[in-house]
């Protein structure tokens, strides 16, 4: 890490349409994948809206500038009682790397977790993703699991 900095996280806002825009396509960029605009849209729209059972977004703001994500989302677990929390997606701009801006947006997704009463937290990445590891390390647990999906 260069140097701690201090990020504003704070929920996504109808004016940062734009710049989670941005942001969002260069975390799907990352990954190789792409969505169309109906799903930009669409998701924006969850975003902001109040269902429970949708996403949630916190941005990182620094200078008034977001730079930084989090998706995320409680469901219900057939293994306990309280529901969890699952990380969807989590971005920081690679100029705002190594300044523990995401180990801040993580800390802010436990304190949403905690605060809904879910204190499971869990969240997926690619196994060669080696700088997000070197995070995920220090503030999670590596799981045995292996995920699996429906071939198309």
């Known amino acids: 890490m260069t140097g701690s900095m201090t990020a504003i996280i704070r929920p996504l806002q109808t004016t940062d349409r734009a710049a989670w825009r941005v942001l969002w396509t260069d975390y799907l960029d990352f990954y190789k994948s792409s969505v169309e605009t109906i799903v930009y849209d669409t998701t924006f729209q969850r975003l902001l809206g ?67 009463d879910a204190p499971g937290v869990y969240w997926l990445t690619q196994d060669d993703n080696k700088s997000a590891r070197m995070l995920y390390d220090r503030v999670g647990q590596v799981t045995d699991f292996i995920k699996y999906q429906r071939i198309a």
């Open 50 to 116: 109040d269902d429970a059972h949708d996403y949630h977004c916190l941005i990182a703001e620094v200078a008034g500038k977001p730079v930084g994500l989090a998706h995320y989302l409680f469901h219900r677990h057939c293994w306990r009682v309280e529901n969890v929390c699952y990380l969807q997606d989590l971005y920081v701009d690679t100029a705002m790397r190594g300044h523990g801006i995401g180990r801040q947006l993580i800390a802010a997704v436990y304190a949403a977790a905690d605060m809904y």
